[in-house]
């Protein structure tokens, strides 16, 4: 299957993805912006000619604009110079270079942008970002009529809810009613996220980035995570990892007759990251520490190495038909101590935050 990946438009990376690009069918990028619209912390974001110049390589891949923050300030839903400054830029990439579409996660935003009734609209795909959590052909089918309205270009894909990866009954029925309904429409599953199972933190986790990136409070998500969030959570029991629904490289062909794409996360991790990842999911395998390719959990790595090669050949049948109802079954910690080690504390060479 291919990947739908970040592009930072870094010339090793952008080389990297160009080497790659049978294996590649979408990007997805921030948009440099007073604002940040995205659903992560800013994070140096890339002026639009470094975009356009980057995406220039990639012409055969189609790109998307994240503008899936959860929320904006509110104020800004009527103020009409900053929404027709978000879509001046996304002109200008079409015009440039070539731009897909946007991914969005705010229907308020959608709408508010809709109302500019400017041309471009019509030109851009939006679609659902995976914190929409569409787990049901129903929920995808409210966003749908919404994107209808609006004045947008109908979605080519739609990015299932992680959760389903581990649902395989669910998964098939919401994807197939999907493609019945909207037979164009390709279906994505996010792999390598490694959050908590139908994690309790995440809703307010993303509100949180947003509030911050209003510019109203610090961000203070990471302490809070590890305070009393997903790092205490997975501190406590690291066995729990196995429950993340997270797929591995080695099982994704197990999903092929489900699903057309598969997303990569991580943007924020670098470059060297993003390309183990990105080589992982096409070679369809990992020698290393499973942790090192999680987004999320990424930071877990620190503390244990996981033999993913351990990991085969029964990890998939086991997280995709047990209960989850963990309390009563020992099978993930068990797992857990035949293959992670301990590590001991060291600290990582600077290159290795690039
Ligand atoms: S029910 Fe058992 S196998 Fe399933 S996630 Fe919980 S501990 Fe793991």
Known sequence: MKLSVPFIPNEEYTTFLK??????????????????????MRCN????????????????????????????HPGLYHDTSFLNQILDKLEYLVAHSHLTGIVFSDAYFLNALSGTKRD????????PGINCMIDSSQKAMAMFEIIEQSGFKFPGKIVLDRSLNRDI????KTGNDIRKKFPPIRIELLANEGCIYHCPFKFVHDAQISFSNTGSVANKTFQTNHAIGCHVYFFNTPEKFFKSPFIRPEDIDAYA???????LCGRTLGI????????????????????ELMDATHWLSDHYHIKNKKLDPGFF????????????????????????INKPFTLKPYKDFL
Request: glycine share 2%; with cysteine.
């Open 317 to 340: 049948n086991m997280v995709t038909n047990c209960t989850k109802a963990c309390k009563e079954c020992s099978i993930c910690r068990n797992l857990f101590l035949e293959t992670a």
């Open 19 to 40: 080497n790659e690009i049978q294996n590649i069918e979408s990007v997805y990028f921030s948009l440099d912006s007073d604002q940040v619209l995205d659903s992560r």
């Open 272 to 291: 060297n990251f993003l390309c183990r990842c990105i080589c992982a999911y096409i070679q369809k395998s990992f020698e290393g520490n499973l942790l």
């Open 169 to 172: 009954r669910q998964l098939e």
């Open 257 to 263: 007759a489900i699903a057309d794409t598969i997303k």
């Open 45 to 72: 974001p890339a002026t639009l000619q470094e975009l356009s110049k980057g995406l220039h390589h990639l012409k055969s891949v189609k790109a998307y604009g994240l503008l899936n923050t959860r929320f904006i």
């Open 120 to 127: 471009i609209l019509a030109c851009l795909e939006a679609v």
